[in-house]
Each structure stands twice: as C-alpha cells, then as structure tokens.
C-alpha cells in the first residue's frame, strides 16, 4: 500500500483532447438531486449529461462516457506559482456550483495520476466528499497497482484498479504501464516509483478500452 498527502493530482502526458477539441466546460457538477457537488480533485470522472444540464456520475447502465476532471487554479499571488495540487469547492464559487473542465479519454491516451478510490488515514467526511480528502494535510491509502494491472472507473467515478486479469465489461478500461516507456535506461539504473511534481506516487495509465 502507499500513502499520498493531499489533493489528487493529475500529468498529461499524451491525451488527444487538448488537440481535437474534446475539452468540455459549460455545465455545473451537480448530485443526482440537482444539490451541487461540494468538492472536485483532479483525477475523477464525471458524465457530460447535456440533455439533463449537468456534470455527474449518472448509472453504468446510461450509455454516458466517462470524462477525466482536469481543472487548472487560476493564481493570482506569485508566492502560491507552485501550488503542487488542490480541489474546487462550490463553498469557494460565486453562485455556489463548479463548472469543471473535462477531458475525453481516447483509446491509446497516457496520463499519471494517484486519484484513486481510497481509505482515508484520517478524518474524513465520506457523505459530502465520497472516497477523498476533506483538506490538504490529509493523508489516504492508495490500493498497489502493479505494472500491467488493470483500472477502470467506479460507479462513484473514482478508478479503481482490479488486478491482473482483463475485466469483462463495455465500459472505459485503462491499464497500468511502465514510468519512462520511450526511454533505454542504462544496466542498473532505477526508474522512480512516481512522475508527480512533488515525488509523490502515482501510477501512469493508458486506456486500452
């Protein structure tokens, strides 16, 4: 098991969206009781519900895609520049909704991330924030997921990982790859066990599904 502090975070390393267009950002996040989502990380997944107005997690059985929350905070005070991670709460918007921005995942696309369904180590409110951290100082539990296994996304729209062996389902199925895939190492040399910014563990996917 290993542990990350803080807020998900996510790298793009090779997605096609930003290119093509597939980038989406006009509806709020709202429950399926139209009350708003309180809190988005980076790294979960929301449905782009056009007919019913909204971003959320909708059913398995709705036919809606998955879409990967990526938002950028807008910083205004130089000293915060490397604010390595954080979360949107609709406390903190004017009208009391998130509009996040969300990136179409396509088959062959890679990123790295460590915003996976979790135990929290300390307090937590699961009924408004589901399976994250309620503050940044807050430590969690991320499940292993070797190179090779496969992740796909919960009911919850949180990944999840579920071993080696390749799920049956029609649903969006990533798998874990290899950190460093384009590059020769030399004989002895160790790839880390994390890409992030402030060399936390993370794991790089690919979806193949």
């Known amino acids: 098991m290993a542990t990350r502090k803080g807020y998900g975070q996510v790298e793009r390393q090779h997605m096609a969206a930003p290119h093509t267009g597939q980038v989406y950002g006009q509806l709020p996040a709202l429950n399926a009781d139209g009350t708003p989502i309180a809190q988005l990380e980076n790294g979960q997944f929301l449905k ?7 971003a959320g997690i909708g059913t398995a059985s709705d036919g809606k895609e998955w879409f990967l929350v990526y938002n950028e905070e807008k910083l205004y005070d130089e000293r915060r520049q490397n604010h390595k991670d954080f979360a949107m709460l609709a406390s903190d918007m004017s009208d009391g909704k998130i509009f996040p921005r969300l990136l179409k995942t396509n088959v062959g696309d890679i990123f790295t991330t460590n915003t996976f369904r979790t135990a929290s180590t300390t307090s937590n409110d699961t009924t408004t924030y589901g399976n994250t951290v309620s503050g940044p100082d807050d430590v969690i539990t991320i499940p292993d997921i070797a190179a090779g296994d496969y992740v796909v996304i919960n009911d919850e729209g949180w990944l999840e990982g579920v071993g080696s062996t390749l799920p049956e389902t029609t649903g969006i199925i990533f798998q874990a ?25 993370a794991v790089k996917l690919q979806r193949i599904q």
């Not at 950190?179 to 936390?200: I, W």
């Open 48 to 54: 782009y519900d056009i007919a019913n107005g909204k």
């Open 177 to 201: 790859v290899p950190h460093f895939t384009q590059m020769n190492l030399p004989q002895g040399v160790t790839a880390p066990a994390y890409t992030l910014p402030d060399r936390q563990f």
